[in-house]
Nanobody, 125 residues
Framework: VQLQASGGGSVQAGGSLRLSCGVS????????MGWFRQAPGKGREFVAA????????YYVDSVKGRFTISRDDARNTVYLQMNSLNAEDTAAYYC???????????????????WGQGTLVTVSS
């Protein structure tokens, strides 16, 4: 399975970006889909996750109210809409898939078996 993340770029603080993650096989979306990020010199951080049905979404506190995760299974794609960006959001963003997983540790990178290559988001103040 392949996950292809796109949509990163450079924006001014307060701006918006929408990240997309295309999944090569829809069956691998049958579980949690997540977004993580890694800033220079830091570890990988959970950003957002969405369950298979799309009925439940989860966010790290620092992005609540600014970021929205969504999924379009017909297009085999997961999105991360990012608004009101600030310098602390600067990082490489990775999408990940945890097919078959429906538990509560959606925030843990170890629950995800498949990862995209990352897309870089740079926010200037």
């Amino acid at each position: 399975v392949q996950l292809q993340a796109s949509g990163g770029g450079s924006v001014q603080a307060g701006g918006s970006l929408r990240l997309s993650c295309g999944v090569s096989e829809r069956t691998f979306m049958r579980g949690f889909m997540g977004w993580f990020r890694q800033a220079p010199g830091k570890g990988r951080e959970f950003v957002a996750a969405i369950n298979w049905e799309g009925a439940s979404t989860y966010y790290v506190d620092s992005v609540k109210g600014r970021f929205t995760i969504s999924r379009d299974d017909a297009r085999n794609t997961v999105y991360l809409q990012m608004n009101s960006l600030n310098a602390e959001d600067t990082a490489a963003y990775y999408c990940a898939a945890a097919p078959g997983y429906s538990g509560r540790y959606y925030y843990s990178p170890t629950m995800y078996n498949y990862w995209g290559q990352g897309t870089l988001v740079t926010v200037s103040s």
